[in-house]
């Protein structure tokens, strides 16, 4: 089945510590997102990626990294600069002949 | 900028009522407008969309229809049950191929449907 795994589902981590979002897709897509959920908030884009190897800033970078070196995969790095990361992560992908999103079951990451 | 508006919630309804949840937009171009459901503690799941105006979407018994002359993209279904308990999201995106920046989305309106 085509689709957009993450992992893991939950993900608790100790103030100052970096922590890394695995994204992965098998639709073939070339673009990926990220966004970040809070509640009441919406979803805030905080990275996308067009291609391999390229990346852009979204509304809400600070404090958050990716990378692209497979089209495959699209993982977020949220850095001990984050200063409030808890919150539930959604990874996205798209088709680059429509502009509908798929999405994937989510992250949720609790900093203790 | 692009912003999206929608209704907050909750909206609770009794099985069977009629739903109208309101969502208007505001947008520089031609944008593709969306609705977007998600039940708890999944990610978000495409209900249905219009490329361009006067366009209607439909999925699942849920309509919207795209109206660029009052800008809005209002959701409503005829007769809602208790499965359709969620977060409903309204959404733009500026592009219409590849290359797109993101989504825009509203803030959500929860929705609950009570027995």
């Known amino acids: 089945d085509g689709g957009i795994t993450q992992s893991p589902k939950y993900l608790f981590r100790k103030e100052g510590q970096n922590v890394t979002l695995s994204c992965e897709q098998n639709?073939?897509?070339?673009?990926m997102y990220w966004y970040r959920q809070d509640p009441g908030q919406g979803l805030r884009l905080i990275y996308y990626s067009q291609i391999v190897n390229d990346f852009q800033k979204g509304d809400i970078a600070e404090g958050y990294s990716v990378s692209r070196e497979k089209k495959e995969s699209f993982p977020l790095t949220v850095t001990s600069a984050q200063k409030n990361p808890t919150a539930f992560y959604l990874c996205?992908?798209?088709?680059?002949?429509?502009?509908?999103?798929?999405f994937g079951p989510g992250t949720r990451l609790t900093v203790l | 900028g692009d912003s999206v508006t929608q209704m907050e919630g909750p909206v609770t309804l009794s099985e069977e009522a009629f739903l109208t949840i309101n969502c208007t937009y505001t947008?520089?171009?031609?944008?593709?407008l969306f609705w977007y459901v998600q039940y708890p503690g999944e990610g978000l799941q495409l209900l249905l969309k219009a490329t361009k105006a006067d366009d209607k979407g439909s999925n699942k018994g849920f309509e919207a229809t795209y109206r660029k002359e009052t800008t809005s993209f209002h959701l409503e279904k005829g007769s809602v049950q208790v499965s359709d308990s969620a977060v409903y999201f309204c959404?733009?995106?500026?592009?219409?191929?590849?290359?797109?920046?993101?989504?825009?989305f509203g803030k959500g309106t929860h929705l609950i449907i009570q027995p």
């Open positions: 996205a992908s798209q088709t680059d002949w429509s502009n509908e999103q798929f």
């Open positions: 959404a733009l995106s500026e592009r219409t191929g590849g290359g797109a920046d993101g989504l825009t």
């Open positions: 947008a520089t171009g031609y944008p593709s």
């Open positions: 639709l073939n897509h070339d673009a």
